[in-house]
């Protein structure tokens, strides 16, 4: 039996993108529609939008938008593929991090130079291949998810940081596609979900869309992690990633590492569940990844409410990076990749 998730947060319609606003969940679910380029870097920047494969088909949508505005210019095709290109860079810096952003932004730059079509025939072009990376996307989580179910223990407890889901992607998910998928075989496993501060998106988004989906969840704040494994309470960590490193350095959210460190020591199995989209195999290792630095609101304030003493120092990165010892596996759309990372990455990458 497949599982169905009801959630699906990004989709081109006619000539418009229509989102999942992930500002506002839980208390409310609605949805907004970009209409231009501009409106899609600033719904990316601002995480209206958020989740390394979900930005990469956002990317990809936006530079769509842009190609529907440069078309009413009356511009010669020299001058309108120019223009493209520009927009196509420029979108892919609307975050940092996660690298299936400038991957999605690269093919639809690739698709510009290599067409041999009019301005309206590129424009066509561009909605048509967001439409097909947003469908791949689905379907590429669903076969790490038939993967990553193979590595569940019957009636596992499973330990999952940040959002990886249906709402970091276009539907389905990465780390909670593996649950979903586990979960369509086995009813009796359940999930552990970190808090994931500063932003909260384990408390506010994973416990909204495994809810949704009748999965069951149990938040806990990101320093409880460790007291459960000592217990024995969980039996694997699943998260998703932002970037992976061609020796398999894995950035995700802040965090995560801590994560990595408690399940190594406690003999959990740690896996990343990531599409080849988001290997940047320009990298050797983890320390290249640009790592965004965010508002320091967000560590000082919850719900616009100031936590802490005025007049502080703050400092907020977004990510760290897990060095590759501390990985069991990266469950991918192409199977599971374990250590040495630098070869089986490598191999999955001749294959596809
Ligand atoms: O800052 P965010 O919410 O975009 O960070 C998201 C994460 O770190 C996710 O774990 C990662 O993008 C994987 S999503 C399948």
């Not at 979900?193 to 506010?204: F, I, L, S, V, Y």
């Not at 896996?271 to 990844?289: M, V």
């Amino acid at each position: 039996m497949e599982f169905q998730s009801k959630i699906k947060t990004i989709e081109w319609i006619d000539d418009y993108s229509k989102l999942i606003d992930q500002t506002v969940l839980p208390y409310e679910f609605k949805h907004v529609n970009i209409k231009t380029g501009d409106e899609m870097y600033t719904a990316i920047k601002d995480m209206i939008v958020r989740g390394a494969p979900a930005i990469g088909i956002a990317g990809a949508h936006g530079v769509a938008l842009y190609a529907l505005e440069l078309q009413k210019q009356n511009l010669s095709r020299e001058e309108f593929i120019s223009k493209m290109i520009e927009k196509a860079d420029y979108m892919a810096t609307s975050r940092p991090t996660a690298v299936n952003l400038m991957w999605a932004c690269k093919k639809q730059k690739e698709l510009i130079l290599n067409s041999k079509s009019d301005i309206a025939g590129i424009v066509k072009e561009l909605i048509e291949n967001g439409i097909k990376l947003e469908n791949e996307d689905i379907e590429i989580n669903k076969k790490m998810g038939d993967y990553g179910a193979e590595v569940v223990p019957k009636g596992a407890t499973i330990l999952t940081h940040c959002n990886a889901g249906a709402l970091a992607t276009v539907a389905y998910g990465t780390a909670l596609g593996v649950i979903r998928s586990a979960y369509a075989k086995d009813n009796t496993i359940q999930v552990f979900a970190d808090e994931t501060r500063p932003r909260q998106q384990g408390a506010r988004l994973t416990t909204f869309e495994l809810k949704t989906d009748g999965i069951p969840v149990t938040l806990i704040t990101d320093g409880m992690c460790s007291y459960f494994m000592s217990k024995g309470m969980i039996d694997m960590v699943v998260v998703g990633a932002d970037r992976i490193a061609s020796n398999g350095d894995t950035a995700n959210k802040i965090g995560t590492y801590t994560v990595a460190i408690a399940a190594k020591y406690h003999n959990v199995p740690f896996y990343i569940a990531a599409p080849l989209s988001t290997i940047d195999r320009n990298i050797k290792s983890g320390k290249e990844i640009p790592i965004e630095e965010r508002s320091h609101e967000e560590v000082s304030h919850i719900n616009g409410k100031i936590i802490c003493a005025e007049g502080i120092n703050f400092i907020n990165p977004g990510f760290d990076v897990t060095p590759n010892e501390l990985i069991t596996g990266i469950i991918t759309e192409k199977g599971i990749l374990r250590a040495p990372f630098e070869e089986s990455i490598k191999k999955a990458f001749e294959e596809s």
